[in-house]
């Protein structure tokens, strides 16, 4: 959605203040916006918000005090990509629908051709309600396209359909208005990115190079795809990923516990993570001083997370293998052994690749026999095109 013009319309509802996640999306998106506000929408949400967000002026009168004395609306039926109704009242609905244009919001609507979407906040009677009913069914008639609000407790404490979709499904919307391929829409994936710390003593620990770009890069893509994603990351430099619930963990046993807890109903399952394949036996409590002797740290071997939760799982699993020799052979042993859809290999020694780089080569195997060679890119490139080869095998 980079340098996309969107409009974002927030209307009346007490899920205003949610627009402001949905704009920060957007902007982290590389998208332009510009945000109008009803009268209404401003007893909830100050524009000062909106505006800190977007860097632009908030659109809030029909006939404001600037130069173009309320021509701003027929200037967007020319520049806007779309326009996002969130959240969106039945007043608006209505309106939108038949054709009402009696102040900025309800003017635009009818004025701009843009593909449109709105996103449902009221209450449950209002949705019910039957002019609310017909409008809806208008909206969509005509190319627009309407979510279904969520079930739950509303701000009126009744249970019912009401509440402003989620966040995702708002994103995913406004992916479909500008027809972005979206194959992983209903389907969730689990990630695991970055490396492991195994305590040594309270300022000690054995881990690795592992910056977490790549299994990042792979969560990243499956969110632009529509996937509902989970994202298991170990210590890293790297911001958390909008729309992804983050869970952080730091030792290879509360990784294999969250991937435990949360791989049974996945459909994808990309273990990226650098797990540590030993960690020490007795890690002191306290800080071990250095003195003139030599000192031993007895090891241990951690947990398989791959062989435990082998058979647990109805996903997909894309493993990856990083090595600095006879990496074709060990990532066929791991293939086997370990009960793997797909091993991705990499190598450690490898200029430009593996760890510490923006960029990566890496070899796919198969379990039905395929194998896939990638050439040195960027990794948010080389995610897309395994997940390109993921999907279409």
């Known amino acids: ?27 982290k998106e590389g998208a332009n916006i510009q945000v109008m506000m ?56 209505c309106k939108a629908a038949n054709g009402v244009a009696d102040d ?21 009677r209002m949705w019910q309600n039957p002019a609310t009913m017909d409008a809806v069914d208008k909206l969509r008639k005509n190319g ?15 249970e019912g359909e009401g509440r402003l979709p989620d966040v995702s499904v708002i994103m995913n919307g406004i992916r479909t208005l500008f027809e972005l391929p979206l ?13 492991t710390r195994e305590a040594i003593d309270p300022v000690r620990f054995i881990s690795n190079r592992s910056s977490g770009k790549m299994g990042y890069a792979l969560a990243k893509a499956t969110r632009d795809l529509g996937a509902e994603v989970k994202l298991v990351s170990g210590p890293v430099s790297l911001p958390p990923l909008p729309e992804a619930e983050m869970i952080y963990v730091e030792t290879a046993k509360e990784m294999a516990d969250s991937v435990q807890s949360n791989c049974i109903d996945v459909d994808y399952l990309f273990m990226v993570a650098a797990v540590a394949d030993y960690s020490p036996i007795n890690p002191s409590d306290k800080k071990i001083k250095r003195n003139s002797e030599n000192e031993s740290i007895e090891l241990k071997p951690a947990l398989d997370i791959l062989k435990s939760i082998k058979g647990k799982t109805k996903g997909k ?6 090595e600095t020799h006879d990496g074709e052979s060990e990532a066929q042993r791991k293939l086997s052994e370990k009960g793997v859809d797909y091993i991705v290999l990499n190598y450690a020694n490898e200029k430009g690749a593996g760890f510490e780089s923006s960029t990566n080569r890496v070899t796919i195997f198969s379990k039905s026999g395929n194998q896939l060679e990638l050439k040195k890119d960027r990794k948010d490139r080389i995610a897309q095109k395994i997940i390109e080869h993921v999907l279409n095998n």
Request: overall charge negative; some cysteine; glycine content about 4%.
């Open 317 to 322: 699993v894309i493993a990856f293998a990083l």
């Open 104 to 124: 900025v919001v309800s003017t635009t609507l009818s004025v701009c051709e843009q593909p449109a979407l709105f996103a449902p906040a009221m209450n449950f």
């Open 38 to 93: 009803s009268k209404s929408a401003l007893e909830f949400v100050g524009r000062a918000t909106f505006a800190a967000l977007t860097d632009h002026e908030v659109i809030t009168e029909m006939f404001p005090n600037t130069p173009k004395a309320g021509l701003e609306h027929i200037e967007m039926a020319i520049k806007l990509d779309a326009i996002v109704v969130v959240p969106a009242t039945a007043n608006t609905i």
């Open 144 to 158: 627009s396209l309407v979510l279904d609000p969520e079930e739950g407790q509303l701000a009126s404490l009744h």
């Open 183 to 195: 194959p992983l829409v209903g389907k969730k994936v689990l990630v695991t990115a970055g490396p």
């Open 1 to 27: 959605m980079k340098d996309k013009n969107i409009l974002i319309i927030v209307t009346g509802s007490i899920a205003a203040y949610k627009a402001c996640e949905v704009v920060r999306l957007l902007r």
